[in-house]
């Protein structure tokens, strides 16, 4: 099951100017310090080293604790070196990337970068965890989702979190649908295919060059058995120039094996 998936699930700028743009600094001891790690991290991150850049990143959070502008960039990272991490060292990973967006959204409650990477980092861990905890999770990723857009709309990646939501409970099996009546009272109102749908297309009107939402809404077009929709998004795709994310390069992979899938259907 790919919550996807709830993940994050993924902005849609240049990596330089994601991790370069953020919070106003403060002159504070230890921010000189932080922000040169900071673009470190930013470099490191432009060339897809991820765990380049989180170790620059921690850094930085040793020179300056509790600086929202670290903890949201280290949650955000953590999120995407998690996706591909499994066993134990996944789980540590993502509950790191959890507890850094928290003491993010601690630092700054009405900043939407906290509230999104909190939404990401618990989809990530939902995808680690059995049917019972995701359904469990799903609650707050919605809360903060929701939380996350009432402060920026304009976030992209907050919608492909909230079309991922939708898309999960929308297509939950009797077991499952028996589970979320014990967890949640029942399947959330409002969960649908038709909103998965819409919100990812908000999505990609709102960074139409990010792999990943374009990948995420072939596979709901999959989903729902509207092949030329979904050939249409993963060809789309595929040809986009891989500059919104380290990721992309794993994402186009993934595109076009959904592609060769279609082609053998």
């Not at 432009?46 to 620059?56: F, V």
């Not at 139409?208 to 789309?236: C, I």
Request: with cysteine; net charge positive; proline share 5%.
């Amino acid at each position: 099951m790919r919550i996807a998936s709830l993940s994050v699930a993924c902005c849609a700028a240049l990596p330089v100017l994601i991790l370069l743009s953020a919070q106003p600094v403060l002159s504070q001891p230890g921010h000189d310090r932080s922000d040169e790690l900071l673009g470190q991290a930013a470099e490191r991150y432009a060339r897809g080293d991820l765990k380049g850049a989180r170790a620059s990143t921690q850094e930085a959070l040793s020179a300056a604790p509790g600086r929202f502008t670290v903890l949201h960039r280290l949650a955000r990272i953590e999120s995407m070196l998690a996706e591909d991490v499994s066993g134990e060292d996944g789980r540590r990973l993502v509950a790191a990337a959890v507890e850094h967006a928290r003491e993010a959204v601690k630092s700054a409650p009405d900043s939407a970068a906290g509230h999104l990477e909190l939404a990401v980092a618990l989809g990530r861990q939902a995808l680690k965890e059995g049917p019972k905890t995701q359904l469990s999770l799903s609650r707050e990723i919605k809360s903060e989702v929701d939380r996350t857009l009432a402060l920026n709309p304009a976030q992209g990646r907050a919608w492909h979190v909230l079309a991922l939501w939708n898309r999960r409970l929308a297509s939950l099996n009797f077991m499952e649908r028996t589970i979320a009546k014990t967890v949640l009272g029942g399947v959330p109102k409002g969960a649908s295919m038709e909103n998965a749908v819409a919100d990812m297309q908000k999505s990609i009107e709102l960074e139409p060059a990010y792999v990943n939402h374009r990948l995420e809404q072939g596979r709901t077009f999959m989903q729902l058995k509207r092949t030329s929709d979904a050939r249409r998004e993963l060809e789309r795709a595929v040809s986009l120039p891989p500059s919104g994310s380290p990721l992309d390069p794993k994402y186009q992979a993934e595109a076009r094996d959904l592609l060769a899938r279609l082609k053998k259907n």
